[in-house]
């Protein structure tokens, strides 16, 4: 298994990917509706034989705290083929994605996602608390990938139109 960032030629394969992992087609399709409005920062796969084993998309995500925008991403949707989940492709992903997003000088990123899954890797209910959203409690967390990012009193996220959420905050 290796992971890269992915090429045209995998879209089809990442579609289904999302779908398979997630039993329904609204995640692939909100994939394509990133892509679309240009709001894609980094796609990974984990690819093994050729095939797309795993997908992880990095989005662009306005956020501003104390008056200051932050630059923050958004981790959302990501998925392992069911009949490898669990094995370990779905925290490579994660991390490499980290890893990249950091040399790039991104400053933080907000997930919606399993608050058994995140944490382990730095992710934080608490530190996305002070960030208004349309969601709130223990799944939306946040991480600094700069010490400080998210040091501050009050602020927000806007979750662009392709998410689909009414986002008044
Ligand atoms: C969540 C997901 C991306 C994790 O990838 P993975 O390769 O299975 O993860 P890893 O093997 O690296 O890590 C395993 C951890 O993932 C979490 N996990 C895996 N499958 C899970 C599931 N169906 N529900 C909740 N958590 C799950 C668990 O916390 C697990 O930890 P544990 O083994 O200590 O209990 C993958 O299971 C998946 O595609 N699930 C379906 C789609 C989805 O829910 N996507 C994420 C939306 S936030």
Redesign the pocket.
Known sequence: MHIQEETKEQRAQVHAL?RA??GRAD?ADLVERLRADGLVRLSLVAVEDDDVV?H?LFTELPTRLDGRAVKTVAL???????R???????????REGLARLAREGCEAVV????P???P?FGFSAQLAAKLASPFAGE?FMALELVDGALRGEAGSVRYPPAFGIDDEA
């Open positions: 999302n992992a997630f995640e795993g992880i959302a949707p990501m998925a392992v083929d069911p490898l989940q669990r094995g370990g492709v779905g925290s490579a992903l994660v997930v919606l996602g399993h058994a899954f995140y382990r799944a």
